[in-house]
C-alpha cells in the first residue's frame, strides 16, 4: 500500500446518497484475476450508455472534473457487495480522498486497505461541498497528521481513528504488523486444541 | 453473579487473540470461506510476499458466483474459465478442500456450509462476499470481508476488528399465513431503512424469530446486511441442534451432545444489554414487494409506490421510479413482470423450493414470463428431485437449472435483458443488478410463484384460495 500524508485535489461532486458497490463497479468486470486495471469500469454505466458512448447528463463525463482526485458524495457510500474491486477502481481511476456523511462499513475497510483516505463529516458541510463544486471548481486540501481539511482559507477538521490514520500515514502492511502477534496465534490455537 | 452477556460479546471474547488500548481487536477465525470471484488477488498477494496460507483445515472453497447453471462443461466466456481455473489452482497449491463445479457439494458458499455442517454456533466464519451473514442463523458470528482481508486471514487466520456496538431487533407476534422470513426481513429494511445496521451486530429475537425454521432463519439473517450490518445472528436453541445433528462436519455421539450443550449456553443471558434496540410486530407483516432500487424501497402487496409530495426523499424516489418504468402512487398489484428468478443465498434451499411448488403444482407459467428456478446446491437440487419438485416446475414451464448465483448478480450467463422485470427471490434490487438496464423487485418463494403463473404481483394470501402454508 503507498503511504499517503497529505492530499490536494479537485473535487468531484457524486450528489447520490447509498452509491451501492454495484454502481461503483458492475458485475461483468469482476472476472480479472489482477489487482489493476478496473478504472475503465468504474460507475460504468453511469458514465456509458447502451451502446458504449458517454453520456452526456452523467457528471464525471463532465471536463472540468477530468482531473479530479477527492469524490464528494452522499450518504452509506458503498453499501451492498463487499467485492474490493470498488476501491480498487476508485483508486486506479485517480481517487485517492472519498468524503461523505456515512459510509458501509466494508466499504470503508477496503478502501482503507488501498491507501484511499476515507473522511466522515456532517450532512451539512457536504452538502455545501457539493454545491460549490457543482457550481464551479473546489480545491480542497486534505492533512491527514493534521487531521484538518483546508477549503481555501477555512479550516475543517475530521476525526479517523488512530490506527487507520497512521497505517495510511505509514503506508504498513497489515499482514506484517499480524505476524508480529505470531507466538500469540500459535498459542491460541494450541488453547483451542 | 457473572455479568449477563449478549452471545456477540461471549463470541467476541472467545476468539481474542491480542488485545491492546487504542487498537482493534485481533481476532481468530474459525472458518474461511472463499470462492473464485474474490480470492484470485489474495492468493497472488501471498506468492509475491512468499507466504503460505497458515490454516488449509479452516479454508473451504467453492465455485458459484460465475459458475454456469446449464451445460457446465463448457463455459464460453474465456475470463470466467480462467477464474474457476485460478481457484482450483490456488486450492491445489495450498491444500485446500475445493468443491468444484462438478463435485456433489458444490454451491452457494452460503447455502453449503450450513448443509454440510461447517456453519456452527459459537463460530467465527468469514468470507469475501457480503451475504456471510447469512450463517449467523446458528449462532455463528460471520460476516463479509474485503480481499485483501481475505488475504490476510489466508495469511494468518486472524482479523482486526474494532468491537462492534451491538443491535437488538426483535419481533414480537408470529407471523400470520403466507407472511415468510423473506417478508419479514423486508419490512424491517422498508421500516428501519438501508443503514439503521451499520456499526452494529445485530441479534433477532422474539416470537416470530423463534418459530422460524433454520432456513428461515438463514433468510433472515443473509439480508441483514442489505440493513448496513456487517453481521446478524440469531442465538442458538434446540432447532439449530437438531438441523446440525448428522451434518458431516460435526461431531458424532456424545461428542455432538456434549458440543450441543456448549452451543445452547452460548445463547444471550437474560437481562443481556444492547447499545441498541428496534421494534417490530410479526403478525402487522405482510408479504411484500420492492418497487425501488435499493431494499428498503419496498411496500406491502397491496400497497403502491410512493407520493412525491409525502415522501421525505423525494429525488431519491424519482430517479428510483423513473429507472424503474413506475410512477408515483402505482399499485403494485399493476406491475407486471417478465421474468422470474427463484434461488439465491437468500432463498434457494430446500423449503423455499417446495413452498414455491407448492403455489406451482398444475399451474402454468404465463405465457409472457420466462421463469428459472436455481437451487442453492447440488445437494439440495438432488433432495428436490428425490421429491419431485423438479417436476412440478417444469411441467408448469419454469427451468430447472445446477446450482450458483446465478440471476442473483447475472456474473454468468443468467442475465435480465435491458428494460426486463424480474420478479426475484434475491436480495438486491440495486441499478443493473440482474442485468444493465434490469429491474428486480424483491419478493418471497411463494409471491415469485405466483408472479411467474400470472404474469404481476398477487397476495399470496388470497391466491385462488390455495391453502398455503406459512
Request: net charge negative.
Amino acid at each position: 500500500m503507498e503511504a499517503i500524508q497529505r492530499h490536494r485535489g479537485v473535487v468531484y461532486p457524486l450528489n447520490r446518497t447509498n452509491v451501492d458497490t454495484d454502481q461503483i463497479i458492475p458485475k461483468q468486470f469482476l472476472k480479472r484475476i489482477e489487482r489493476t486495471g478496473f478504472g475503465q469500469y468504474l460507475f460504468y454505466h453511469w458514465r456509458f450508455d447502451d451502446d458504449g458512448e458517454l453520456r452526456k447528463n452523467f457528471n464525471l463525463n463532465d471536463k472540468r472534473y477530468e482531473d479530479a482526485s477527492i469524490v464528494v458524495a452522499g450518504e452509506n457510500f458503498g453499501c451492498g457487495s463487499s467485492r474490493e474491486h470498488a476501491p480498487w477502481a476508485l483508486l486506479d481511476f485517480g481517487f485517492r480522498v472519498i468524503i461523505a456523511p456515512s459510509f458501509a462499513d466494508i466499504f470503508y475497510n477496503n478502501a482503507l486497505k488501498n491507501g484511499i483516505i476515507v473522511i466522515q463529516v456532517k450532512e451539512e458541510l457536504v452538502n455545501q461541498w457539493l454545491k460549490k463544486a457543482e457550481r464551479g471548481e473546489l480545491i480542497l486540501d486534505v492533512d491527514l497528521e493534521k487531521q484538518q481539511i483546508m477549503d481555501r482559507g477555512m479550516v475543517y477538521p475530521f476525526q479517523i481513528p488512530e490506527y487507520h490514520k497512521q497505517k495510511l500515514i505509514n503506508g504498513w502492511d497489515d499482514i506484517a504488523l499480524t505476524l508480529q502477534h505470531e507466538e500469540k496465534i500459535a498459542r491460541y490455537e494450541k488453547s483451542m486444541q | 453473579m457473572a455479568t449477563a452477556k449478549t452471545i456477540i460479546e461471549k463470541i467476541w471474547e472467545q476468539h481474542i487473540v491480542h488485545q491492546e488500548a487504542g487498537k482493534p481487536d485481533l481476532l481468530y477465525i474459525d472458518l474461511h470461506l472463499i470462492h473464485e470471484v474474490t480470492s484470485p488477488q489474495a492468493f497472488e498477494g501471498l506468492r509475491l510476499n512468499n507466504r503460505k496460507v497458515r490454516r488449509p483445515d479452516l479454508t473451504y472453497a467453492t465455485m458459484d458466483h460465475n459458475v454456469p447453471t446449464k451445460n457446465r462443461e463448457e463455459i464460453r466466456d474465456a475470463i470466467s474459465r480462467k477464474q474457476m481455473e485460478t481457484l482450483r489452482r490456488n486450492c491445489k497449491e495450498n491444500h485446500i478442500s475445493l468443491a468444484d463445479m462438478f463435485h456433489p457439494d458444490q454451491g452457494i458458499v452460503h447455502v453449503i456450509g450450513p448443509e454440510l455442517g461447517l456453519t456452527q454456533p459459537g463460530k467465527t466464519i468469514v468470507c469475501g462476499d457480503s451475504h456471510t451473514s447469512t450463517h449467523g442463523a446458528f449462532g455463528a458470528l460471520a460476516f463479509g470481508i474485503g480481499t485483501s482481508e481475505v488475504e490476510h486471514v489466508l495469511a494468518t487466520q486472524t482479523i482486526w476488528q474494532e468491537k462492534p456496538k451491538t443491535l437488538n431487533v426483535h419481533v414480537e407476534g408470529d407471523l400470520g399465513p403466507g407472511v415468510t422470513a423473506k417478508d419479514l426481513i423486508l419490512a424491517i429494511i422498508a421500516k428501519f431503512g438501508v443503514r439503521f445496521g451499520t456499526g452494529y451486530v445485530i441479534e433477532y429475537t422474539g416470537e416470530a424469530i423463534r418459530n422460524l425454521s433454520m432456513e428461515g432463519r438463514m433468510t433472515v439473517c443473509n439480508m441483514s446486511i442489505e440493513a448496513g450490518a456487517r453481521a446478524g445472528l440469531i442465538s442458538p436453541d434446540e432447532k439449530t441442534v437438531d438441523y446440525l445433528r448428522g451434518k458431516v462436519h460435526v461431531p458424532e455421539g456424545e461428542a455432538f451432545n456434549e458440543q450441543a450443550q456448549q452451543w445452547l449456553a452460548l445463547a444471550t443471558d437474560e437481562g443481556a444489554v444492547y447499545d441498541h434496540y428496534v421494534n417490530i410486530r410479526g403478525d402487522e407483516v405482510e408479504p411484500q414487494v420492492t418497487w425501488g432500487t435499493n431494499p428498503s424501497m419496498c411496500v406491502p402487496v397491496n400497497g403502491s409506490t410512493p407520493s412525491l409530495e409525502e415522501t421525505d426523499y423525494p429525488e431519491d424516489v424519482e430517479r428510483a421510479l423513473q429507472y424503474m418504468g413506475l410512477s408515483e402512487k402505482q399499485p403494485i398489484s399493476s406491475i407486471h413482470i417478465d421474468h422470474v428468478f427463484i434461488g439465491s443465498c437468500t432463498n434457494s434451499r430446500l423449503s423455499d423450493l417446495q413452498k414455491a411448488a407448492f403455489v406451482v403444482k398444475g399451474r402454468k407459467v404465463h405465457p409472457e414470463v420466462r421463469a428459472i428456478v436455481v437451487p442453492g446446491s447440488f445437494s439440495t437440487k438432488l433432495q428436490a428431485e428425490k421429491l419431485g419438485i423438479d417436476k412440478i416446475f417444469q411441467e408448469a414451464g419454469f427451468e430447472w437449472r445446477d446450482a450458483g448465483c446465478s440471476m442473483c448478480l447475472a456474473m454468468n450467463d443468467d442475465v435480465v435483458p435491458p428494460g426486463g422485470r424480474c420478479a426475484s427471490t434475491s436480495n438486491r434490487n440495486f441499478e443493473g443488478r440482474q442485468g444493465n438496464g434490469a429491474r428486480t423487485h424483491l419478493v418471497s418463494p411463494e409471491m415469485a410463484a405466483i408472479a411467474a403463473i400470472e404474469g404481476r404481483f398477487v397476495d399470496v394470501r388470497n391466491y385462488a384460495s390455495t391453502k398455503v402454508s406459512s
